[in-house]
């Protein structure tokens, strides 16, 4: 198997397996205990959240562990809002993961930070003639009691945001600007910023190509039979038919955007697994192109 969706999920590191084995077996106490078994496991989680500090450069009672990225999302959104009670607004664009996405939309109805959840997404609102709009209407709707607006981001046909859109967005009623740094279907890098999105200003390990006329779900079954694992886009969104919302905000054509298929390689994918996968989908598209013709 050659296994190129690391951006869906990725195998752990053999180094954090072996500093988490005790701790899933012999030293599996709650921390918060008062007995000695939980409470000594206070220390070692301190030592996490310092080593975690150190390596992003914070202090270490700023950094909160969650039980997943879904769930740092809403936090970072909330802390923000929390922080900055009386300003109303916030910014993100149309490429967001979903549950950015869907914790703004659910500001913009009920004025709560409700867990914007991977699944059950709806599309953010499009952009029309270069026009950032909020999903309430036009650029500065009036606001529900309560409610927050929301401004999302057009990107261009290369999936590149505008530094210049983006500083014409803030206000001073702006509370937070949420925006991912990598995209995680088009590798594309933010803000600064054959192949589908920016061909210079994106990840290493992440590369999203079409192959004209042909179908990403049929192209991606033929090389699971090879052994090789792709996918046409966010695992959060698989099981819809439908072009992630990623796609739809580069406006590519209809035909196109069903055409699209992601690999995201990991430091331990191999210079012949990229070159065995290459001839593989090479070999398949000419395959279907000829039941295609």
């Not at 210079?271 to 989908?281: G, K, P, S, W």
Request: hydrophobic residues 40%.
């Amino acid at each position: 198997m050659i296994y190129l969706d690391h951006n869906a999920t990725t195998p752990v590191l053999p180094e954090v397996l072996d500093a988490m084995v005790p701790y899933l077996t012999a030293e599996w106490g709650n921390p918060s205990s008062a007995y000695k078994f939980g409470s000594k496991l206070k220390s070692v989680i301190a030592t996490a959240r310092e080593q975690v500090a150190e390596l992003i450069g914070a202090h270490s009672m700023d950094v909160i562990f969650t039980s997943c990225a879904t769930e740092s999302n809403n936090a970072a959104i909330a802390a923000a809002l929390r922080a900055n009670p009386a300003k109303r607004h916030i910014v993100t664009s149309q490429v967001e993961h979903s549950s950015v996405l869907n914790c703004c939309m659910a500001l913009e109805k009920s004025g709560t930070p409700l867990l914007g959840r991977s699944g059950d997404f709806t599309s953010p609102p499009e952009s029309r003639d270069g026009v950032i709009r909020s999903s309430n209407g036009g650029l500065n709707p009036p606001l529900r009691e309560g409610a927050y607006r929301a401004t999302y981001l057009p990107v261009d046909r290369e999936g590149m945001l505008k530094l210049a859109d983006l500083e014409a967005a803030i206000t001073d009623q702006t509370a937070s600007v949420s925006l991912m740094w990598a995209n995680n279907e088009t590798g594309v890098l933010f803000p600064d910023t054959g192949l589908n999105g920016h061909k210079t200003q994106r990840i290493a390990n992440t590369t999203n190509i079409s192959s004209h006329g042909i179908e990403s779900e049929a192209l991606l079954i033929l090389l699971d039979k090879e052994g090789i694992c792709a996918s046409s886009g966010s695992a959060c969104l698989a099981d819809s038919d439908e072009p992630s919302h990623v796609i739809k905000a580069m406006k590519p054509n209809t035909a196109d955007s069903r055409q699209m298929i992601r690999f995201s390689l990991d430091a331990a994918t191999t210079q012949e697994q990229r070159q065995l996968a290459v001839t593989a989908v090479k070999r398949e598209v000419e395959a279907l192109s000829g039941v295609i013709s």
